[in-house]
């Protein structure tokens, strides 16, 4: 029998997703605001705790977005920006006519490193007379940054910091769900995340003040008259109620998918275990607890016989397995070739060897046993 294909993260229903979709249906809750978009954001705020409130907006890049206009960045200023991460982190800088000032990633976490970015803060200062007007660290395929460190560096330069935590919903760091340590948080609920809406995000606010500030801009800016006033500019950001539904509904099992994501990558670490050449990305120690959204590894040529992650992707796709590399680093993007960057060649290596495995519930035990048996075959070739 031919074998299934095999995509990286497909999304995966619990069959609850109908109910909510039909309570919309059946009161007329279409557009967006409405019953489901409440309760969502009332489940995503009992599961962030820390006092902490939630906007349910139309996606991760909108929350990022906004988490900006409410901070004030405008044209000319600066904001410090992971480079190791997807260009949605990057864009909404831009939107704001702002300057990305890119820093590179440490090893450990492969995520924004905390002694860059004091280098980074200290010569933007010493350049431009002015300290950048936000910090965007990135839980990379799931797994927490330093974000202690992070934050220290932050409080003490009073700078404010947005995590995005896009691809890491679930994830903890010392217990604490991450995207609520910084000013401002983000999730993305897109088609291949932990948990989907079909399309949508939130932003994770520190108080209610600051949530119904986000509303306000998420709604066009629109002045609390009976008419039309607008003293600002809007954005049509919110998450419809029907794609709420579908959020409710994915909540009911997102414990499920978080067991299902670690398990995997126990799978990959046990299987790829003494293959030289390879690394499997894991917690560096227990503060840390990732969600593996994308179970990855590294791929040294130098130690597989010259075996890189490209013919380990091409070997995989001719077996009906979807994979792909790792995030080409935003400082060497041409988009932003003119942006600042402080870089050490972390996120540049890691490019070159890392590769995203298949994940998710999707993803069977039988499928995670025949990708690593190709991974292996391939390099004993």
Not at 185 to 194: A, P, R, T
Not at 317 to 328: N, T, Y
Request: aromatic share 10%.
């Amino acid at each position: 029998m031919e074998n299934k294909r095999v995509w990286l993260c497909l999304a995966h229903m619990s069959g609850n997703e109908m109910k909510f979709i039909k309570e919309a249906f059946d009161t007329n809750w279409v557009v967006p605001l409405g019953p489901n978009v409440n309760a969502f954001e009332a489940e995503l705020e009992q599961m962030v705790g820390n006092g902490r409130h939630v906007v349910a907006l139309s996606s991760g890049t909108a929350a990022i977005h906004l988490s900006l206009v409410n901070l004030g960045v405008t044209s000319g200023d600066e904001v410090i920006c992971q480079s190791m991460t997807f260009s949605a982190s990057a864009n909404p800088i831009v939107y704001q006519g702002a300057i990305p000032v890119f820093v590179d990633s440490e090893r450990d976490t492969w995520n924004m490193d905390p002694n860059l970015l004091e280098e980074s803060i200290r010569d933007r200062i010493a350049k431009t007379g002015r300290k950048p007007k936000a910090i965007i660290p990135v839980y990379l395929y799931g797994m927490p940054a330093y974000i202690d460190d992070i934050m220290e560096i932050a409080r003490r330069y009073e700078i404010p910091v947005v995590e995005d935590s896009a691809e890491g919903f679930g994830s903890r760091y010392r217990g604490q769900i991450v995207g609520s340590f910084g000013d401002y948080g983000i999730m993305s609920f897109n088609g291949n995340k932990m948990i989907t809406t079909s399309g949508g995000g939130a932003l994770i606010c520190p108080n209610e003040e600051a949530k119904k500030r986000i509303m306000f801009y998420a709604t066009q800016a629109r002045e609390p008259l009976p008419y039309y006033l607008h003293k600002e500019i809007g954005y049509n950001y919110r998450m419809s109620n029907i794609c709420a539904g579908i959020g409710r509904g994915q909540m009911t099992i997102v414990d499920e998918h978080l067991r299902w994501h670690r398990h995997l990558c126990d799978v990959y670490v046990r299987e790829l275990a003494g293959i030289d050449g390879i690394i499997v990305h894991v917690n560096p120690d227990d503060r840390f607890d990732s969600n593996y959204w994308l179970n990855t590894i590294l791929v040294n040529p130098k130690q597989t016989g010259g075996v890189d992650y490209e013919q380990l992707r091409l070997a995989l796709d001719a077996a009906g397995i979807e994979s792909r590399p790792l995030w080409k680093p935003m400082h060497t993007q041409p988009v932003f070739s003119g942006a600042p960057a402080y870089v050490n060649g972390v996120s540049e290596e890691l490019f070159a060897q890392g590769l995203c495995l298949p994940s998710g519930p999707y993803v069977t035990d039988e499928d995670a046993l025949r990708i690593t048996s190709i991974i292996k075959s391939t390099i004993q070739k």
